[in-house]
């Protein structure tokens, strides 16, 4: 009876390890930085491989300097519920209705912007390239099914392109049907099916969050802990290319971190314009939100 015993804890044994194993293989890219990330945190497969197109602009018609916009969620009007609206009765500052949204990228279309890739902004950062005066780059943050559901197919009306950091852990894995009420976040699914319209860069792992007193994780928490978040971060993403700050606070120790990593380009919350030659890790960029007329748009797209 014990022999028998024995012999069917070996087997059980072998059976649960080689399953342990099975999983292990199938992560191991995915071990990143001493922490385990499992299967539904496996890095996106991104075809980043854009052309950058040659402009033909000359001394008089090229841009000095371009606008980045930046926008969160967009929301149908007729979808809006109480859970959209603050305690005042105002659209959280992070909405956007797919209205406005239209006739702003309307009013872009019809003027003749040129909206970047990321690839063609990161090279005229750099001055590798010019571009025409009406250029701007498109960015969305955090990642939002809104943003696929919504924004996804007025971009691709116009012709036009934008960039989206991802908050990486957000990223869901099992898609699912919208529903504007909630606050759901991309799906890999999504992701994947909107590359032709938008790049993917990072807007940290899981630390796009506030402590008990206020303060941004990024500046808050020790220094190894937001380099492994960001890190992995990077590493879900896919990319070191781009990154935007959460709240768009960062500090010394923050820029000191993208650094070690190679991050090529960073975006925080400042307004004004981006002009090569200036900090890479400290692009400004400007908000649009519920309030932003047409009138301030077409402002924030020329004034300094």
Do not use: W
């Amino acid at each position: 009876m014990k022999r028998k015993f024995n012999i069917t804890f070996i087997i059980v044994f072998i059976v649960h390890f080689a399953a342990l194993s099975t999983l292990f293989a199938q992560n191991f890219e995915t071990i990143a930085f001493g922490k385990l990330q499992f299967v539904s945190d496996k890095p996106l497969e991104l075809n980043r491989e854009h052309e950058i197109r040659d402009f033909e602009v000359t001394k008089k018609t090229k841009a000095d300097k371009v606008p980045v916009l930046m926008y969160h969620r967009i929301i149908k009007s007729s979808d809006l519920q109480t859970t959209h609206y603050n305690e005042e009765g105002e659209l959280y500052g992070t909405i956007v209705t797919e209205e406005q949204f239209d006739e702003q990228m309307h009013y872009l279309h019809k003027k003749g912007y040129t909206t970047l890739t990321l690839a063609e902004f990161q090279a005229y950062m750099e001055k590798e390239i010019d571009v025409p005066k009406k250029s701007l780059l498109i960015t969305f943050d955090d990642g939002f099914k809104d943003n696929y559901i919504n924004a996804y197919p007025i971009l691709k009306k116009y012709d036009l392109r934008a960039t989206i950091f991802l908050i990486a852990g957000n990223i869901d894995r099992d898609p699912r049907d919208y529903d504007p009420a909630d606050a759901q976040f991309l799906s890999v699914e999504d992701i994947e099916a909107s590359t032709d319209i938008f790049d993917y860069e990072s807007h940290t792992y899981k630390f796009h969050e506030r402590d008990e007193s206020g303060a941004a994780f990024l500046t808050a928490k020790p220094r190894e802990d937001v380099l492994e978040d960001i890190e992995i971060g990077m590493e879900l993403v896919g990319s070191k290319t781009a990154f935007a700050y959460p709240f768009g606070e960062y500090d010394a120790e923050t820029l000191g971190i993208l650094d070690e990593l190679g991050m090529e380009m960073a975006f925080t919350i400042k307004d004004g314009m981006a002009k090569p030659g200036e900090s890479m890790l400290e692009i400004p960029r400007r908000g649009i939100y519920p309030g932003t007329t047409m009138d301030i748009f077409k402002l924030l797209l020329t004034y300094e």
